[in-house]
């Protein structure tokens, strides 16, 4: 791939991660039988791809820094694909962390929403901001992302739960996104609570007959998800849902078993989502069906953290084989945008090695949104990057609590 604008040349890097080995099992273990890694290594970027990645004195044979548009010398820093966030509800008004005090004096997450709290609070406050006040919110939120290293990030909607605030909502993501570095997959999810004084039947025949008619022709959202969980939507009701945003071309999501097991990751095998999200009670069961069905398992260990609660079995879904993806769900409920911290919990809480958490936060959370091409480092990859300020990927999780990025390229342009 030579022909074409040489964008930028990062050379002399003490590491490149590509990304997963080829056949790499996605529970291998150790890191190096689980990554393809380069030392004294550099990339050369062509037309925002990946023209060449290896030792440095191979790629500036072909690709001399002299000629790039950028030289990054990158001298005992390592490289790694830029971090894909699968999962968050990033926009949003409002503040709540009176409920993390109030979760610390005992009170439970569904006390807080019975009490008109937690999702219903954020509700109120979105309905009475501004699309603008809301897309500077967001951006405010991308650039910090953007600083951990993140490149991609899915923002839901489902804090309107009417068709006017989700299209509102909808249109400050498509807004924040226009004109920010970090691409953007939006998702609609008007499925995630009922409404103050609503019937639970009566708002699923109104998310499938006037929200998602609505959210499809608008054309901002790509997927469909919905809270299938106890207290909130039943799996019946979910998959009314999901089919409903299928016929109108959205592709499912499911968040399942984060709070109790009531099989919304069957569904989710059933009805071909994109990624089953949260996941902390399913069985190994769900997870086999999961992996027949070629369905991502997207973790959200920072939900945990908040919560005060178990963190979901990693372990059985990479020993099913599983490709385990994580994600910070960064919301008012977990204010969190660091998908470093999100692999730091992984290797703690959940017994992830290095590896395979980077992975999780790459490869695998780039499958969650079907974006192919995002999550690696090879020939032909988006050259999207994070150049980590110390030798070698582990440090990510190990330095955790800081922001080991010290630089991001994005389509090889440097965005940090």
């Known amino acids: 791939m030579s022909a074409g ?7 002399g890097a003490a590491e490149v991660v590509v990304g997963k080995r080829d056949g790499a099992w996605p529970g291998g273990d150790p890191a190096d039988e689980l990554l393809e890694v380069h030392e004294d290594a550099a990339i050369a970027v062509v037309d925002g791809e990946v023209a060449a990645v290896g030792p440095t ?3 500036l044979r072909e690709y001399p820094a002299e000629n790039a ?6 001298s005992g820093q390592s490289v790694v694909p830029g971090f894909v966030d699968p999962h968050t509800h990033a926009v949003f008004a409002g503040d709540r962390s009176d409920e993390f005090e109030a979760k610390l004096r005992g009170k439970s997450y569904q006390d807080i929403l019975a009490e008109g709290g937690g999702i219903l609070r954020t ?6 901001a501004s699309e603008n006040a809301l897309a500077a919110n967001l951006r405010e939120h991308l650039d910090a992302m953007l600083a951990y290293g993140t490149t991609t990030v899915e923002v839901k909607s489902g804090y309107g739960l009417d068709t006017e605030t989700e299209l509102k909502l909808l249109r400050a993501v498509d807004d924040a996104a226009s004109d920010h570095p970090i691409d953007v997959v939006p998702t609609f999810m008007g499925a995630h609570a009922i409404p103050e004084g609503e019937d639970a039947d009566e708002y699923v025949d109104a998310v499938v007959d006037e929200q998602i008619p609505a959210a499809a022709e608008q054309g901002v959202a790509e997927f469909c998800d919905v809270f299938c969980e106890e207290g909130v939507f039943s799996v019946e009701q979910s998959r009314r849902v999901l089919e409903a945003g299928e016929e109108a071309g959205l592709t499912p999501k499911v968040h399942a078993e984060e709070l109790a097991h009531i099989g ?4 989710a095998a059933e009805v071909g989502a ?31 953290f908040g919560l005060g609660a178990d963190y979901a079995d990693a372990e059985t879904m990479l020993d099913a084989g599983a490709p385990v993806a994580v994600a910070t769900d960064f919301n ?3 204010h969190s945008r660091s998908m470093g911290f999100a692999q730091s919990l992984c290797c703690v809480e959940m017994g992830m090695t290095p590896a395979q958490a980077l992975v999780a936060a790459t490869e695998h959370a780039a499958m969650a949104l079907d974006r192919p091409a995002r999550g690696r ?3 032909g990859s988006r050259a999207d990057m994070a150049v980590v300020d110390a030798p070698s990927h582990v440090h990510v999780p190990y330095q955790f609590g800081e922001n080991t990025v010290d630089a991001v390229f994005k389509a090889g342009d440097r965005v940090v």
């Open 123 to 128: 509700v109120r406050a979105v309905r009475e």
């Open 377 to 379: 480092l090879d020939e």
């Open 332 to 334: 008012p409920n977990c």
């Open 5 to 11: 604008n040489l964008q930028t040349v990062v050379h």
């Open 274 to 304: 994109a990624s089953a999200d949260h996941l902390l009670h399913s069985t190994r069961e769900d997870v086999d069906a999961l992996v027949d069905a070629n369905v991502v398992p997207v973790v959200l260990p920072g939900t945990a």
């Open 57 to 59: 004195e191979d790629v």
């Open 264 to 267: 919304g990751t069957k569904l």
């Open 69 to 74: 548009d950028e030289a990054y010398d990158a």
